[in-house]
């Protein structure tokens, strides 16, 4: 691989000036430990725009218009200004060395930068201990000429990203008012501020510590996001217990494909480390784009319940619990969603911040993209059945499941004719399909829905309206059921063989996505998917295919895929597992474990990490290549299927809700 990285078993480092000063650099050196997220830009003080630090904590959105949030870009509690030979430090022009380095045992990231005949090291982290905490240490040779300060920075602002991929940001919006720096004694100082609408406030406390020790200027800093007292923090002390926390964190998520390249081990494990520094500490979800990045306003999808929990169930209970007790919770404001749409029951938004509510803003996508309600049900049976759950926590889930099944009820609609139930004017996973009939993966998925919700009803824990029993089986029968006897396998949706028959491969060159080309109405003509769909509903239910069925599906809807989202490549590597083709398999793991490590879509640098498709990627090693089972319907299996450069494993998996060692 021509690489612009450089990999070792535990660390990542980008060293060349040009690279290193990107702004892929600043997604690929995140440190968060899912309370907080820093991006990591680099020092340049007043050189910075007021849109371009991005620190972010978990759950804080405010309103930007009526009804619609953005995840607040909060003050920078590191605002460092370096001077060297009488000059400061504003601009990436300056530098003669930038080497970014990241442990990704122990969370630290190191930088290496030279400008005016000197250098200075950076050591950051953001703590895995206490989750309010975050450090930062600066070191030079004590020459003369040499300065370090170090401010808060509350000059910072906004710029909400369209919902539209192919929009640029433009507008600047300021979410940050009444910012007041206090400074007590012993280096101390402390920052308060509210957002715009009052929605938050914060004090933001900061302990600085500047000495001299065998000839080396340090600089020393510690922040609590909290306000918590840091008179008795030690800089030191606070990294090394972050580092221990990570590193015993690390006995029970590793994953070691022995006899792998040292480059794809790490990788693997930069994977890893994004789902631990991502992953919420309260009953919230996971952004698109985690805290890397304002991507999508910060917004929860469906990538989280379908993509990110499969993982936390096997790797972290806590976190698993947090994802769907964040649905759970948000089942009232699923119901106004779905009053608003003249609907019954509850329907989940597309994309979800503060309140529940939905906060996508295009039509076809935000109306028309409804499969989220049955993947919310599919995954809170995937976490009942992962757990002994307590009775008021199923009773709770199985509320999801009626009111959902409501939602379906009232959105199908029942043709008299045919006495059948059609779904007009839905989109399906595969956004390049327009708005359009009997989207099969969204027909199969409220079935299934449906049919949670009467499993609920016959277990007692829930009790469904007079008749509606009847109603639900009578649904379930009659949904229409698109398929094809020419392709020999179940169809995307009721157009897809009206769309005009494309060459792929003419179309698309490259790995940069074909939006960038062609307008979405030419995609959504042509018989080109954006990402699996039919693909997708045979890792959900496979069940609902033979063997035959699902080769079938593979060769007519793997070949016209242009995988234009980041979510394709990973879950075409576990289908690919799924059906038994590892060579298949093993081409797009690679590239997807590669994402943002190489920036293969070209927008890791614009968009920050993409930590559903990292997700998709762990399932695609624990529930493929490792042999795990994925679907509701089918059991666990444990014979894993090794590419040819990987000998032996050894990963950790749960079982009765403890982690064994197992090699292979
Ligand atoms: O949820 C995804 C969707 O499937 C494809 N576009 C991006 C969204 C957020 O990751």
């Given amino acids: 691989m021509n690489s612009k990285v450089k990999y070792d078993s535990w660390s990542i480092t980008v060293d060349d000036l040009s690279y290193a000063c990107d702004k892929w650099a600043s997604a690929l050196f995140f440190l968060g430990n899912g309370h907080a997220g820093i991006r990591n830009h680099l020092p340049l003080s007043s050189g910075l725009g007021l849109t371009e630090r991005g620190i972010f904590i978990e759950g804080v959105f405010e309103y930007i218009r009526r009804g619609i949030t953005d995840m607040v870009n909060l003050p920078d509690p590191f605002d460092l200004k370096l001077s060297a030979g009488g000059t400061i430090l504003t601009s990436c022009s300056q530098l003669s060395l930038c080497s970014r380095s990241l442990d990704l045992r122990k969370g630290i990231l190191t930088t290496v930068l030279a400008f005016g005949g000197r250098e200075f090291r950076i050591e950051q982290f953001a703590s895995h201990h206490d989750r309010n905490i975050a450090g930062i240490r600066v070191s030079t040779a004590a020459f003369p000429d040499v300065s370090i300060e170090d401010s808060f920075c509350a000059d910072v602002a906004n710029m909400p990203v369209s919902d539209d991929q192919k929009t640029s940001n433009e507008e600047v919006i300021t979410l940050i008012k009444d910012a007041s720096v206090s400074c007590e004694k012993d280096g101390i100082m402390s920052l308060s501020f509210s957002t715009v609408c009052g929605t938050h406030s914060f004090t933001f406390t900061k302990k600085n510590r500047d000495y001299i020790c065998d000839g080396t200027l340090i600089h020393e800093s510690l922040v609590s996001f909290c306000g918590g007292d840091l008179s008795c923090a030690d800089y030191e002390e606070e990294r090394d217990k972050s580092a221990e926390t990570l590193s015993s ?46 991507r999508y306003k910060g917004c929860y999808f469906w990538d989280t319940d379908v993509f990110l929990l499969p993982y936390y169930l096997l790797a972290d209970r806590s976190v698993a619990e947090h994802l769907a007790r964040y649905r759970i919770r948000n089942l009232d404001a699923a119901r106004r969603v779905s009053a608003s749409l003249n609907t019954r029951g509850a329907r989940y938004p597309w994309m979800a911040s503060l309140d529940g509510s939905e906060q996508c803003e295009s039509w076809d996508t935000g109306k028309c993209e409804m499969h989220i309600s049955a993947d919310v049900a599919w995954a809170l049976s995937r976490y009942d059945a992962a757990f002994d759950l307590a009775e008021d926590e199923r009773r709770a889930i199985a509320e999801v499941y009626a009111e959902t099944a409501r939602f379906w009820l009232s959105r199908f609609t029942y043709s008299s004719e045919r006495d059948c139930y059609d779904l007009i004017f839905v989109k399906g996973p595969d956004e390049y399909c327009g708005v359009t009939s009997n989207n099969a993966y969204t027909n199969h998925m409220a079935i299934l829905n449906v049919r949670l919700a009467l499993k609920a009803c016959d277990e007692g824990l829930i009790r469904l309206e007079d008749g509606e029993r009847e109603k639900f089986s009578d649904f379930i029968l009659k949904v229409r059921r698109p398929y094809s006897d020419r392709l020999g396998t179940i169809l995307e949706d009721d157009n897809y063989l009206n769309l005009e028959d494309v ?107 993409h930590i559903g498709a990292m997700g998709a990627s762990l399932e695609a090693v624990l529930y493929g290549m490792l042999g795990h089972a994925f679907s509701c319907d089918e059991k666990v299996g444990t014979s894993p299927q090794l590419p040819d450069d990987v000998s032996h494993v050894s990963y950790c998996f749960l079982e009765k809700g403890e982690f064994r060692r197992r090699r292979v």
Wanted: hydrophobic share 40%; with cysteine; charged share 25%.
């Fill in 249 to 294: 964190l690390w006995q029970r998520r590793d994953i070691l494909l022995e006899g792998a390249s040292i480059s794809l081990q790490c990788a693997l494990r930069f994977n890893i480390f994004q789902l631990i520094q991502n992953a919420p500490s309260c009953d919230i979800s996971i952004g698109a784009r985690g805290l890397t990045h304002g």
């Fill in 503 to 609: 060459d792929l491969s003419v179309l698309k060159g490259s790995d940069k996505p074909l939006y960038w080309t062609y307008d979405y109405d030419t995609l959504q003509r042509l018989r080109v998917l954006k990402q699996p769909d039919v693909l997708l509903l045979y890792l959900m239910q496979p069940s609902l295919f033979t063997v035959q069925e699902a080769e079938r599906a593979w060769d007519e809807y793997e070949a016209r895929c242009a995988h234009d989202s980041t979510l394709s490549w990973p879950l075409h590597a576990l289908i690919a597992y799924k059906l038994g083709k590892e060579e298949e398999a093993w081409k797009y793991l690679y590239k997807s474990l590669f994402l943002d490590l190489e920036n293969l879509m070209q927008n890791t640098h614009s968009e920050g990490l």
